[in-house]
Each structure stands twice: as C-alpha cells, then as structure tokens.
C-alpha cells in the first residue's frame, strides 16, 4: 500500500520532531520527509508524491506568505497546513484566500494537531478556533454578518441544504454525499451551488467557515 507522504517544512529541529510524532501517531501508514527551508520544499514536491504539507511562516529563505505562495504555485492542488506561531486574523484570512486546508498554532495540543491532520486529510478544513472563524468568514467572504436579509447569514437555507452542508463540513466528496443522503450526485452539485450563493461565498472551503460561523 503507497504510504500517506507528509512533508514538515520548519526550520527548528525540535518542533519538527514533534510535529513528526505527532503525524505517525495520528496515521498508520505514514511516511514523514523533513526540511527546513522553501527551497527544500519545492525540490520535495516536484514528482507529486507529496500529499500535505505542515508549514512554518518563518523560514529562512521565505517569511511570512511568501512561502506558502510558491509552494500554492508550484503544487495547487497538495494541501497545506500553516503550521505557525503566529495567529493573527489577517494573516489566517490571507491563508485561507491562498487556499490552505488547515492553520494550526504551534500551542494547539496534541488532540487538537491529530484532530486537524485527520480532518484535512478526510478532505476537510481545519480553522484554530471559533474566534478566528467570525473574523475570516466575514472578511473572506468580503461581507459582514447578517448584512443580507434581516437575520443571520444562512438562515435559508432549506434542511437538506443544512444536510448537505453539514457533510461538506465533514470533507466529503459530491459523490459521498450523494451516497449518504441516497441522492443523485447531480442534485449534491445543485445544493452546493445554492449554498454557495445563500452564503454568499466563493467554493467549499469559505462555505465550511460560514457554516462554522453558524454555530457562534
């Protein structure tokens, strides 16, 4: 069986320890590859055999987002996980519109890392806290709460929308959802339009922040 490739780009060798038994505990097929520095990163994931990546913001040779551009550049489609002491709502906002599946605070604990590996590698997306969620969703979405309509963002969206919404929360696929709910795959892709538009959001990930947003 190929194994699961995670690749810990941080240029401290403690927290890459870490990091690095924290993602065998979490998974049992797990292969870790290690670097510490951007350029190092990219070398990893020129063939594509990379399948997340734990990042810091500040390596030696790319602070700040600028490393998280260059690897979004050279692989779109390999998820990220900013792994960072720094947790500012602008900067996970601005990570969030890069398109990273996770962003992890290097004082999360040892449940809250596995919780969140597990959660992104499901399909899903990891937010730090509920606090960072009301600031991201609003921003991202480049509307304020509540300034459609004369309640809550989402309010109408109908219960199978909720349904439907509430699995994407989970990072299951079109095809999972329409397997759970006993629904045509065709009709999945027409509520999560709907709930896009209701939401007034972009793609999936933005929904999954609003549809944490929901719940404050």
């Known amino acids: 069986m190929t194994p699961y490739r995670v690749l810990v780009a941080d240029d401290h ?38 399948d997340l990546v734990l990042l810091d913001l500040s390596l030696p040779d790319a602070d700040g987002l600028e490393g998280l551009r260059q690897l979004r550049n050279a692989s779109p489609a390999t998820p990220v996980i900013i792994c960072s002491a720094r947790d500012d709502p602008a900067l996970v906002r601005e990570a969030f519109r890069l398109g990273v599946s996770g962003y992890l605070p290097k004082s999360s604990g040892t449940d809250v890392t596995r919780h969140a590996l597990q959660l992104v590698r499901s399909g899903g ?5 509920q606090a960072l969620i009301e600031t991201v969703v609003k921003e991202v979405s480049g509307e304020r709460a509540g300034e459609k309509g004369t309640g809550r963002r989402g309010e109408d969206l109908t219960p199978r929308q909720l349904a439907v919404l509430a699995l994407l929360e989970k990072g299951m696929s079109n095809k999972a959802i329409a397997r759970e709910l006993a629904i ?33």
């Not at 979490?26 to 070398?43: G, K, M, N």
């Not at 709930?195 to 404050?216: E, T």
Request: proline letters at 3%; hydrophobic letters at 45%.
């Open 184 to 216: 045509g795959e065709i009709t999945v892709k027409a509520h999560v339009s709907a709930i896009l538009r209701k939401l007034g959001v972009d793609n999936r990930v933005q929904a999954v922040l609003a549809g944490h947003m929901q719940k404050l």
């Open 13 to 50: 060798p403690l927290y890459r320890d870490a990091l690095r038994n924290l993602v065998c505990a979490a998974f049992d097929d797990v292969q870790v590859l290690e670097c510490e520095d951007i350029a190092s990163a990219l070398a990893c994931l020129k063939d594509g055999s990379i």
């Open 125 to 129: 997306v990891y937010v730090p806290s």
